[in-house]
Each structure stands twice: as C-alpha cells, then as structure tokens.
C-alpha cells in the first residue's frame, strides 16, 4: 500500500470515527434528562389510550376549558393545530392561566402515582396536557413554564416518536420515545434546553405530567376569592336593586327630606323639651337676643378657617342667628334652623340682608339632604335634648347632611363650671340633668308683653327681682362625655374647654 493510500484510509477511519462520535453525542440526552422505557406496559397503554379518546369524543360536555383545541388560524397554517385535554391547570401559549378545568381523572390518577412510586417525581403530578397529535402534526421548540414545578414528566401512547432538544452554542440532541415510555425533564434540561416534536408519522398521544409550584397556587387562590367577593357583591347588589322602592318623581325627588330615624326613642318631642325648653326660648327670645349677638370668638375662629366662599353652611338649633356673621363673613352661604319659631322669627328679621337663611325644624330630624353641606354648626343645642337617643340622633344627623370630608363643631354645657372669667353663667352643677333658672325681666329695652304673655304653666313670679322665673332643662356633659359620642361617628380634630363647654370639632369620614 502506497504512502498516499494509507492517508487515505486514515482520513476514512477519522471521518468514520468523527460521524460516529456526533451520532453518538445526538442520541445522549442532555443533562437533567432521563428516559424510562416499559413504565406502562402494552396493555395499560391500549386501555389508557381508548379511555382518553372516549373523552375527547366527549370533550364538549366536560367542565370549563378541559377541552382546548389548537384551532388558531396560524396553527392550523404550520400543521401545529392539535386537539388537546388539559386536567387540573389550563395553559394557553405557554401561559398558564388561572381557569376552571376538571382535576386528574382516575387512570391518569394511577399513572401519577406510579411515577411517585418509582422515584421519577417526589410528589404527585396534580396537573396533566394530554396532547391528541394526527399524521403530519408538530410541537415547535419551547421551555415549559416556570409557574411547573421541575422535573416534568412526559409519558408517550399510540406509536413511536422522537424529541428534539436544542441550546445554543450545543450540538442538537434527538432522543426515541417508546410507547409505554416516560421522559423525565428536569435540571438544565427542563431550563435551559428546548425541546420540541417532529411532524409525527402515525397518530399519538403525549402525557404531560406537572404540579403547579407554590406561589402559583396561592396566586390562584387569592384571585379566585377576590373574583367570588366581587361576584358576591354584584349579587347582592343586584337583589339590592330589585328590593329598592320606586324610584320618586323628579319632583319628589328634589324636595328635602329628612333621613328616617332609627327608633321610636327619637320620634317625638319629650314633654319636658316641650315645657322647659321650646317654651321658655319662646317666651325669653327679645331678651336672649338683647344679651346674644355674636359667635364666641373660638366658634368665629372655626368660621373663618372653614367656611370660604361658596360654601354651604348649616347651623343646626340657630337661636338668634348670632353665628350668622362669622359663618357668613368670607362668602360662604348659610341655612339655619331651630324648634323656636321666636327665635327664628327675629333670626330672619335680623340677618335678612345677608347670605343667610333660617327655618323651623328639629334638630333631631333635619329636612336636608344627605351629604349637601361643607360645614355644619351644633352650637348649645345638644344639652337641651333629655335622653341619650335624642342626643345621638341629633350628632348623627349633624354628620348625615355633611359631604364627606365635611367639616363640624359642636358645643355642649359642661358640667366642670370653672371659676372666674371663663364661667360667665355663675352655674355650678351637682348632677347632669338639671333645670337651670332664667329670669325674664319686666323692663328694660328688650321687654316684650306679647313674647312674655307665652310664658309656660311653670313660670313663677319673682317680686324681688320683679322678674318671671323660668326654668330651662340641661343636661350638663361630664369631661369626655361629647368626645365619646362624636367619636363614634366622624374623627375627632379637637377637643377642648371653652366659654363653660366642651367643644368637639371633627370631619366627616
């Protein structure tokens, strides 16, 4: 043998060698993939295989999206169009998704526990894609989604097939899958490498067992609880609506209302409001409003900070009006009332000329809208309601007129008289409830025979002091006592001792 031909055989041998060596590294699968032949043995495989397509005969009947054909237009175009059965996850374009599919059947039950029992998976498969794929149909290169818990496992039926795993920068691997065979993914090889199916010869089925990590679970089951919530409240919603009265004329509709009370305790004037209060403000209004006529100076300091121009004001028991230039002084516009139409007769008389008007009407039951006021007044009033419903009622229905974020103050009588300048009553009170005595003069300016003619079947005559003696009724609030109540209704801004009150002043939540 010349010298020329034994170069030539030894590039023959290295080329042989060479071509064996890369068919050899083709069929290695790479690492973290693991093939298990005979899993299911040809008879498991045939009554598993009849089963599976029973159920996609019926694949129309079965709950939620189950069933999931590849009938995208651009599948169908490529041969990738498939008919698919997806148990316990739904994945669409490799997303997985949280709907509603039926869980494992029974045989693919038994299949996930076999692979338990010989070590190929640590838990349980709760999920599976069963993929039906006919002659000539393909699965393109893809990595499973991370939302799957690693390893995969990948069982084969119906005929014989291959898969393809890719990496850049690596030489293709191209790996035989038996019927009756598991591939098991996991490691770089569920990670990093794609894998995908050649167009198949004959007809088959492909088992794709994966278990949903925890994080995806908890994700899943948050969501699902927030849809029910949300479903449940269109519900009720819904049954709300279909409960509601008619709705009112438009008319009606326009016309104040007041909001209904929430017990008979509230419903109707106690006497002894009656006789010791509307009655005696009646009686005493031309002199009250001789010795009253301007808001206290931290009641104005309220005003000015609060009540801008166009605000809409209410000064809930208004007396005489004497609130009407400090809530009235930047622009803003004010509606008053009070149970005294003595007093309100000389409010209008005396504040006709300003943005301000004033009604009739009990506290207790206001004639406004909800939500139609910035700002609300509650000055003097609540200490001459006698039982503890009326004086709640009244707090809250202060608070239902405001718009949310509205801001209110309310004085009350306190029962801690101080001494010195800041008790300018010259009061001092052993109990909570009392009557407090007021003298009604028989001279002066602002004596009024008509007015004094009203007096109540209690007024007494005082000789010495040539006066009537009338009696108003009080509740005096203990230390805290008004906090108490508006707190469980607004939130409390401050709270503090003034002019004999304690004042609370709050927003509206």
């Known amino acids: 043998m010349s010298h020329q ?3 030539a055989c030894i590039a023959a041998g290295a080329a042989a060698a060479a071509a064996l060596l890369y068919w050899y590294r083709r069929r290695q699968p790479p690492e973290g993939a693991t093939l298990l032949e005979a899993v299911l043995d040809e008879e498991e495989c045939e009554t598993l295989e009849t089963l599976l397509r029973d159920l996609l005969r019926n694949g129309s009947s079965l709950p939620g999206k189950t069933y999931s054909p590849v009938t995208a237009p651009a599948f169908k175009k490529r041969n990738q169009s498939r008919e698919t059965l997806q148990f316990g996850a739904y994945v669409d374009k490799n997303r997985v998704q949280n709907a509603a599919v039926a869980p494992l059947p029974p045989a693919l039950l038994r299949v996930a526990r076999r692979l338990k029992k010989l070590g190929v998976v640590q838990s349980v498969p709760d999920a599976c894609c069963v993929n039906f794929y006919g002659q000539g149909q393909w699965l393109p290169d893809h990595v499973d989604s991370k939302k799957f818990e690693r390893p995969l496992v990948t069982v084969s039926l119906g005929s014989e097939q291959c898969v393809v795993f890719r990496r850049r920068g690596y030489l293709a691997r191209r790996i035989r899958l038996p019927v009756g065979s598991a591939l098991r993914l996991g490691g770089d090889a569920a990670n990093d490498w794609t894998h995908g199916l050649p167009p198949a010869t004959r007809p088959r089925i492909s088992l794709t067992f994966r278990r949903l990590n925890a994080e995806t679970k908890r994700h899943f089951a948050d969501e699902t609880k927030a849809i029910k919530e949300r479903r449940d409240a269109k519900k009720a919603l819904k049954r709300q609506q279909r409960n509601k009265p008619p709705k009112p004329s ?73 609130m009407a230039d400090a809530a009235c002084r930047r622009g803003a516009f004010t509606i008053a009332c009070d149970t005294s139409d003595a007093l309100i007769d000389i409010a209008h008389t005396t504040h006709k000329d300003k943005r301000y008007e004033c009604l009739v009407a009990d506290g207790v039951r206001l004639p406004y809208r909800s939500g139609a006021f910035d700002v609300a007044l509650n000055i003097a009033v609540l200490h001459h309601l006698s039982t503890a419903e009326r004086r709640v009622q009244c707090i809250r229905e202060t608070l239902r007129i405001l718009k949310p974020g509205g801001r209110a103050l309310f004085y009350a009588w306190a029962k801690e008289q ?14 909570t409830d009392v009557l407090v005595p007021f ?71």
């Open 418 to 431: 101080k001494n010195g300048s800041e008790n300018r009553s010259g009061h001092q009170f052993d109990s």
């Open 5 to 7: 031909q034994r170069r």
């Open 439 to 509: 003298h009604l003069r028989e001279h002066g300016p602002h004596y009024n025979k008509e007015t004094a003619r009203q007096c109540p079947a209690h007024a007494v005559r005082d000789e010495r002091k040539n006066a009537t003696v009338l009696k108003r009724y009080c509740h005096v609030f203990a230390e805290g006592e008004l906090r108490g109540l508006v707190a469980g209704a607004a939130r409390v801004d401050e709270c503090y001792y003034d002019e004999g009150n304690w004042a609370v002043a709050c927003t509206k939540l």
């Open 250 to 322: 438009v008319r009606a509709e326009r016309r104040p209302e007041a909001a209904p009370l929430p017990s008979e305790a509230t419903d109707k004037t106690p006497s002894i409001e009656l006789e010791h209060v509307r009655s005696v403000y009646n009686a005493i209004a031309p002199q009250w409003h001789g010795t009253r006529y301007k808001a206290w100076p931290r009641v104005a300091k309220f005003c000015l900070m609060n009540c801008g121009a166009g605000a809409l004001v209410a000064d809930v028991g208004c007396g005489n009006g004497k």
